[in-house]
């Protein structure tokens, strides 16, 4: 956060980045080339709607690469960063569903044959060609044969993202889904991104606190960001040290407590 009021106070971000939660400024400033830097998920620029194809456009020299940038302040030279889940996401099926069988056969059918290929990535010889074992995009696929897996990432819930084989498999796969010109930059993202990773930490019960503050507590998180960011730099750890108190006065200090004891007990 005192990184980010620097950043901030020599006029490197925008004065206006607290009002832009939907980053629509953020991709507006990068398509046009006006900043030199920004943190964002792996490929989100590379996709259709990421930006760099308008980027490309409007800057015609402009060149991009990926960065881990994130040094631990230890000296030890790592990159410490979360990981993704294994998972697609949590899928509960309720106890007075009139349709819970149907459900179980609906997610047992995608996860059968090649179902949950063709949902994310289409139809072999149409919307993609299989080589080596890997679905590579069919670049000049008619929009309308494109149009059926748009938004295929959405459909296919059993996973997160393609899913043929092996870690490797998979990511080559998720590279080969990109156009060719931005295969090489997605390979650079995956590689940092795996590098120096840490959790995702899985608790075999609910954390209580979690559900009783977490909305007030994202809420203030977002405050603390803002507030502290715009602070004039003699008065950041006052202002900081003020929001901070009231994050853990809200119900931080509970969900703290229980998250410690939760990891005692796993241990």
């Not at 230890?74 to 007075?96: L, T």
């Not at 059918?109 to 995009?137: A, F, H, K, Q, R």
């Not at 959790?199 to 502290?228: M, W």
């Amino acid at each position: 956060m005192q990184f980010l009021n620097k950043l901030y106070n020599e006029g490197l971000i925008s004065p206006d980045f607290s009002l832009d939660e939907e980053k629509e400024q953020l991709y507006k400033d990068f398509q046009n080339g006006n900043i030199g830097y920004m943190s964002e998920d792996v490929g989100q620029i590379l996709y259709a709607d990421g930006g760099l194809d308008n980027l490309t456009k409007n800057v015609p020299d402009s060149k991009i690469a990926a960065l881990d940038a994130y040094t631990n302040p230890n000296a030890d030279g790592k990159h410490i960063k979360s990981r993704y889940g294994p998972n697609g996401m949590y899928i509960m099926i309720p106890k007075s569903s009139k349709r819970s069988v149907e459900a179980i056969k609906y997610l047992d059918w995608m996860t059968s044959d090649n179902n949950l290929l063709t949902m994310s990535t289409g139809v072999e010889g149409e919307n993609y060609d299989l080589v080596d074992g890997i679905p590579v995009i069919k670049e000049d696929a008619p929009q309308e044969t494109k149009d059926r897996v748009y938004n295929g990432g959405d459909m296919a819930i059993m996973a997160n993202g393609k899913v043929i084989g092996d870690q490797e498999m998979n990511e080559k796969a998720w590279i080969a889904g990109f156009p060719k010109n931005n295969q090489e930059l997605m390979r650079q993202s995956i590689d940092f991104a795996n590098t120096d990773t840490v959790g995702p930490i899985v608790f075999d019960r609910p954390i209580e606190a979690e559900s009783k503050y977490g909305t007030a507590l994202n809420d203030k998180l977002k405050i603390v960001i803002v507030q502290s960011a715009m602070a004039k730099p003699d008065q950041f750890e006052a202002v900081y040290e003020r929001e901070m108190k009231d994050y853990m006065n809200i119900g931080g200090t509970a969900l703290k407590e229980e998250l410690e004891q939760a990891l005692q007990e796993k241990k």
